[in-house]
């Protein structure tokens, strides 16, 4: 019999509930500060009672029916989404490969064999067959963890899976976040699109005025010269925005991992400024510690040190138990007659005398390896920290800009208005007409621009506090 068997199980499992070497485990402090920055960028603090950002759902931030359709049309299509739930998967077949190596592995086993032997051969005269067939139970090279060796080896492998649900999450809030971000643009250049297409409209009525006026004799070839110019960069733009609005689109089509219905693209952005409801950023130790990306690198922190317990345990003796317990006979029907048991038990003992140092060796990288993940761990919640603050920077001024810009832009506008009024009374040249033009074009475009940066600040925010990894 080749096989171990399974009287000693009960013996064995009892002797392999021993506690792990690995050192106790102790969270890394923050190396950051408790509070977030405060100064001249950041809005007031002031304590609102509500969810925290981590346990809103992305259904409940976001408001844009389009845009929830298009972030739910997402998750199910988007290829990198996919490869995280497979990671998962495959992490779960690795946990449950390591888990397993705890237990015996129980086998059935039968086998028959005939031979013939030869006459004169082992002192017989006349030719004899032999049979012999068996039957059995047994386990085959089951180690007993006497020194947590396995069970180190085991919780290293669950924390990997603990780290790829947590590595699916940050995919997951990413993915909410570019396809915001990336419907959002597209309504901006959309919006600038339609701007310049107006624009164009517009110079090309103040072209045909400055050509009438310049047949009658009342405005120069300059004008003429200027207005014409005027018209040729409205269109430069209708070309480039043209070709914004594509590539937005096509890049849209790539996140959401398909094409996108027509009904669900945004028209312009001053459609889309409530798409977004406002988030509380709360206290860092709450917000940095429940992200997922730095629950991830914690997984993979507590995985590197049960892998040092694994390491020790190299150091002490290693018993493995050989054996098998069945019936055995040389006729089929005597299988399981009386007197027909057979066993045997071989233990093994391994016990490291002289291995030129590697066992020192692996111990110092498994140390080695903790300790960059201690670093990388660490450094994740201040990149997580320095993220968080460059947003609230922005929240606490993209507010006064927009209603600058918004300022701005309307008295632009009346500024150019009047310039045409002067200009068609004779009072200035079409120089002024033309600067009054290129600033309200300018002042409307900037306008586009600080919404974008308003509504995307918004979703920014979002995900940097860890929120749509539900």
């Known amino acids: 019999m080749r096989r171990t068997t399974v009287p000693f199980l009960v013996l064995a499992l009892s002797l392999?509930?021993?506690?792990?070497?690995?050192?106790?485990?102790?969270?890394?402090?923050?190396?950051?500060?408790?509070?977030?920055?405060?100064?001249?960028?950041?809005?007031?603090?002031?304590?609102?009672?509500?969810?925290?950002?981590?346990?809103?759902?992305?259904?409940?931030?976001?408001?844009?029916?389009?845009?929830?359709?298009?972030?739910?049309?997402a998750l199910e299509n988007n290829r990198d989404l996919r490869?995280?739930?497979?990671?998962?998967?495959?992490?779960?077949?690795?946990?449950?490969?390591?888990?397993?190596?705890?237990f015996p592995k129980v086998d059935a086993t039968a086998d028959g064999s005939v031979r013939r032997v030869p006459a004169g051969a082992f002192g017989t005269s006349p030719a004899v067959t032999i049979r012999q067939y068996n039957v059995g139970l047994g386990v085959s090279s089951y180690e007993l963890d006497l020194f947590g060796r396995v069970r180190s080896l085991k919780d290293?492998?669950?924390?990997q899976f603990l780290a790829t649900g947590q590595a699916r999450r940050s995919v997951q809030i990413s993915l909410v976040s570019e396809v915001a971000v990336?419907?959002?643009?597209?309504?901006?250049?959309?919006?600038?699109?339609?701007?310049?297409?107006?624009?164009?409209?517009?110079?090309?009525?103040?072209?045909?005025?400055?050509?009438?006026?310049?047949?009658?004799?009342?405005?120069?070839?300059?004008?003429?010269?200027?207005?014409?110019?005027?018209v040729d960069a409205a269109r430069v733009d209708i070309a480039r925005f043209t070709t914004l609005v594509a590539?937005?689109?096509?890049?849209?089509?790539?996140?959401?991992?398909?094409?996108?219905?027509?009904?669900?693209?945004?028209?312009?952005?001053?459609?889309?400024l409530t798409a977004m409801k406002d988030v509380v950023p709360g206290l860092p130790s709450e917000v940095l510690l429940r992200r997922p990306d730095i629950l991830q690198a914690e997984n993979l922190l507590k995985g590197f040190n049960a892998n040092i317990g694994a390491a020790r345990a190299a150091f002490f003796p290693r018993i493995t138990l050989v054996g098998s317990?069945?019936?055995?006979?040389?006729?089929?029907?005597?299988?399981?007659?009386?007197?027909?048991?057979?066993?045997?038990f071989a233990p093994h003992i391994s016990v490291p005398i002289f291995t030129a140092g590697a066992n020192q060796a692996n111990l110092k990288v498994a140390e080695v390896d903790r300790d960059i993940a201690v670093a990388q761990y660490e450094k994740a919640i201040q990149t997580?920290?320095?993220?968080?603050?460059?947003?609230?920077?922005?929240?606490?001024?993209?507010?006064?800009?927009?209603?600058?810009?918004?300022?701005?832009?309307?008295?632009?506008?009346?500024n150019h208005k009047l310039s045409q009024a002067r200009y068609e009374k004779g009072v200035d040249s079409y120089l002024q007409v033309l600067d009054s033009q290129r600033s309200l074009y300018g002042a409307?475009?900037?306008?586009?621009?600080?919404?974008?940066?308003?509504?995307?600040?918004?979703?920014?925010?979002?995900?940097?506090?860890?929120?749509?990894?539900?």
């Not at 308003?454 to 990894?469: C, F, I, K, P, S």
Request: net charge neutral; proline share 5%.
């Open 83 to 102: 490869v995280a739930v497979l990671n998962i998967e495959r992490a779960r077949a690795q946990y449950q490969i390591r888990r397993s190596d705890l």
């Open 156 to 159: 290293q492998a669950l924390e």
């Open 325 to 344: 317990i069945g019936t055995g006979s040389k006729e089929l029907t005597g299988l399981f007659a009386s007197g027909s048991l057979a066993w045997s």
């Open 384 to 414: 997580a920290f320095r993220e968080v603050a460059d947003g609230l920077a922005q929240r606490g001024t993209i507010d006064d800009q927009v209603a600058a810009q918004q300022s701005l832009t309307d008295a632009t506008a009346e």
């Open 247 to 272: 590539q937005d689109e096509n890049a849209l089509s790539l996140v959401v991992g398909s094409p996108v219905p027509a009904e669900l693209l945004p028209a312009v952005l001053s459609e889309t």
């Open 16 to 73: 392999t509930g021993c506690a792990t070497m690995a050192p106790k485990y102790t969270r890394p402090a923050a190396p950051v500060p408790a509070a977030w920055p405060s100064g001249p960028a950041y809005r007031e603090a002031t304590p609102k009672a509500g969810k925290p950002v981590a346990d809103t759902p992305w259904q409940e931030f976001i408001v844009d029916e389009k845009l929830r359709k298009l972030i739910a049309l």
């Open 444 to 470: 409307q475009q900037n306008l586009i621009t600080a919404r974008l940066s308003r509504l995307a600040n918004l979703v920014t925010l979002y995900r940097v506090l860890g929120g749509g990894g539900g």
């Open 182 to 230: 990336g419907y959002l643009t597209l309504a901006a250049d959309r919006e600038r699109l339609q701007l310049a297409k107006e624009t164009l409209a517009n110079r090309q009525e103040s072209y045909k005025l400055t050509k009438s006026r310049f047949e009658g004799g009342v405005s120069s070839a300059l004008d003429l010269h200027q207005a014409q110019s005027s």
